[in-house]
């Protein structure tokens, strides 16, 4: 009797343990949906300096003489209770801001959120001039108050709905949809509203979200710089300035691959890939854009880079748009990228 | 020993369920820090209509002419495990966008978070035509393009870091000091970078934002609007299109209180706090805004609205800048007011 009691007591403290061991294991470990536990979250700004202007305001209440901070890039960060080694940069695309990797348009979790459940710390930024990194007044106020001509006021430039559309390859052109597309078109009213202009036109390259880009990649380490679209060519510009910090690239639907002369050295030990979704034959600038990629990366193989340039349906991955990362099927689309990021990236 | 063992048999799944239970509301209760656990997040936009243009773009690979989405308001959420009866709205003010309650420019915890961790549904929005929400460059494209005269540029307002110095009450002066004044400001390069151009002063009221704003709290059913400085007014103005969903108005340090004449019904059965820092009567702009206030909150009194005016030293609260959401007190003062929500808002 004894001996059982003992047992019995014995063994609860450790039975108690070893569940509340696996029940602590199981609030620490994020699920893929459900409540979520996270480490850390919080935003900050990389990049910036000061200029002097006297034409900040046209606004009797505000002085038109002084300081502001131009070129900074707005960063939000959340981080899983157990990070893996390498964390993930979310770089958007021409006209939209950091709000592209959130929930889609029709309400389903997006990559900032599938990621850090995936153990990523994640950054999502907005590029310099956009969203919450501030754009500089002083352009137009030359121009308003007659110190300027009117065709120097900067390119600010709107992508309207039907230019996007086939852009975006919801379709061969505006209003038509492609057989099969995943993206939810049933919440383009939402997905619309995401769109913003851009200033971007009326800069030379490299464009400030490039510096601070850079250093970004430099703070966080060993990070992999996941850019779209209008973005994709900033992680090699970002590289050429320094490789520090970039564990890999991604470069999802880049308007533009490095030339093939581009300086393959910046991206030695640096794993990079280039993703597009479907229908690409189908539009005449994605085929031209995919053609200029595919010689980047035999050149850039040749210079010995690890570069790989990935369609989605020769992965069996069907029916994505240029904005993959909210079409219908964006966990699976996420999934097969972490896989590849597994794989390739070393922490 | 047949009874010992069964009694351990018995008693264990007892006690592990009791440890679970006690494990699982541990994990549950929201903790002030350390790691969070949320039920729920994501971001959504509201308002917001089309307008067709020929002016939206100056750059050849985009089309002048097409349909864009504007006046719509940017919301990011989170949803803790056991969310009060109502939720707040955070309303950022001039020159600065839905940033101003996340992280502190010193990395301390932003009001976004803390009022999360303390029960509260939180909900925080870029207003219309800034950060996350698209503004319209029709209006520059036509200057450009010579379809229109330079001066209707609409005005475009950026404030400059001596103005700001003054207006966020710092100091009487640029770059003087307050003494005891809690605002970081060994962090101020982080700060300015928050900064961003204000489109606010080219609109007739109510801005977009206060349409917005008043579907947003329709949608939420029971939220208090919490309001700062260019914005303190936008809650009143909400009142006056719907009082639907407006569970409380909070309006801290407002750029105008209304009117003595307002119409007071639109405040029926809403409790209304207009919240000031220190150091008001040391500013001739801040002091007048204050006996403003205090005019229009005699007035509401009179006509039965629940309504207090509080300064921060006047419950012992000292040091605070007008950016009291991110002074180094800024968690005691979000305690003070979670005390004074708990007091008035019915949920």
């Given at each position: 009797m004894?001996k059982?009691?003992?047992?019995?007591?014995t063994?609860?403290?450790?039975?108690l343990?070893g569940m509340?061991l696996?029940?602590?294991?199981?609030?620490?470990t994020t699920?893929l949906?459900?409540?979520?536990?996270?480490?850390?979250?919080?935003?900050f700004?990389v990049g910036?300096?000061?200029i002097?202007?006297?034409?900040?305001?046209?606004?009797?209440?505000?002085?038109a003489?002084?300081t502001i901070?131009?070129?900074?890039?707005y960063?939000?960060?959340q981080?899983?209770?157990?990070?893996?080694?390498?964390?993930?940069?979310?770089?958007?695309?021409?006209?939209?801001?950091?709000?592209?990797?959130?929930?889609?348009?029709?309400g389903?979790?997006?990559?900032?959120?599938?990621?850090l459940?995936?153990?990523?710390?994640?950054y999502?930024?907005d590029?310099?001039?956009?969203?919450r990194?501030a754009a500089s007044?002083v352009?137009l106020?030359v121009?308003k108050?007659?110190?300027?001509a009117?065709d120097t006021v900067p390119?600010?430039?709107?992508?309207?709905h039907e230019v996007?559309?086939t852009?975006?390859?919801f379709g061969a052109e505006?209003?038509?949809?492609?057989?099969g597309?995943q993206?939810?078109?049933?919440a383009?009213?939402?997905?619309?509203?995401?769109m913003?202009?851009?200033?971007?036109?009326?800069?030379?390259p490299?464009v400030?979200?490039?510096k601070a880009?850079?250093?970004?990649s430099?703070r966080?380490?060993?990070?992999?710089l996941?850019s779209?679209s209008q973005?994709g060519i900033?992680?090699?510009?970002?590289a050429?300035?320094s490789p520090k910090?970039i564990a890999?690239i991604v470069?999802i639907e880049p308007?533009?691959?490095?030339?093939t002369?581009y300086?393959?050295a910046?991206?030695k030990?640096i794993p990079v890939?280039v993703?597009?979704?479907?229908?690409?034959a189908k539009s005449?600038?994605?085929s031209?854009?995919l053609?200029?990629?595919r010689?980047?990366a035999?050149?850039?193989?040749?210079?010995g880079?690890e570069v790989?340039?990935v369609?989605?349906p020769s992965?069996?991955i069907?029916?994505?748009s240029h904005?993959l990362?909210?079409?219908k099927?964006n966990?699976?689309?996420?999934?097969?990228l972490v896989g590849?990021?597994?794989?390739?990236?070393?922490?």
């Amino acid at each position: 009797m004894k001996k059982v009691q003992r047992l019995a007591l014995t063994l609860t403290p450790f039975l108690l343990a070893g569940m509340l061991l696996a029940k602590a294991d199981a609030a620490d470990t994020t699920k893929l949906d459900g409540p979520l536990t996270i480490a850390k979250q919080g935003s900050f700004f990389v990049g910036g300096h000061d200029i002097k202007s006297d034409a900040l305001s046209s606004v009797p209440q505000f002085g038109a003489s002084g300081t502001i901070t131009v070129d900074q890039m707005y960063v939000r960060y959340q981080m899983p209770m157990h990070p893996k080694d390498y964390s993930v940069v979310l770089i958007h695309g021409c006209c939209l801001t950091g709000k592209s990797w959130e929930t889609t348009p029709d309400g389903r979790m997006g990559w900032d959120e599938y990621f850090l459940r995936r153990g990523f710390s994640t950054y999502v930024i907005d590029q310099s001039w956009r969203g919450r990194s501030a754009a500089s007044p002083v352009a137009l106020n030359v121009v308003k108050t007659g110190k300027a001509a009117p065709d120097t006021v900067p390119a600010f430039t709107a992508a309207g709905h039907e230019v996007a559309w086939t852009v975006f390859r919801f379709g061969a052109e505006y209003p038509q949809v492609f057989d099969g597309l995943q993206f939810p078109l049933q919440a383009q009213e939402e997905f619309w509203k995401q769109m913003v202009p851009d200033w971007n036109y009326s800069m030379t390259p490299p464009v400030p979200t490039v510096k601070a880009l850079s250093e970004l990649s430099e703070r966080l380490g060993e990070t992999v710089l996941i850019s779209h679209s209008q973005s994709g060519i900033f992680p090699f510009q970002t590289a050429t300035m320094s490789p520090k910090g970039i564990a890999g690239i991604v470069s999802i639907e880049p308007g533009a691959c490095p030339a093939t002369n581009y300086d393959m050295a910046a991206l030695k030990g640096i794993p990079v890939l280039v993703l597009f979704g479907d229908f690409v034959a189908k539009s005449e600038v994605w085929s031209k854009r995919l053609a200029s990629c595919r010689d980047f990366a035999d050149a850039a193989k040749k210079a010995g880079v690890e570069v790989e340039v990935v369609e989605l349906p020769s992965v069996g991955i069907h029916g994505n748009s240029h904005m993959l990362m909210q079409d219908k099927n964006n966990l699976q689309v996420a999934d097969w990228l972490v896989g590849w990021l597994g794989k390739h990236v070393k922490g």
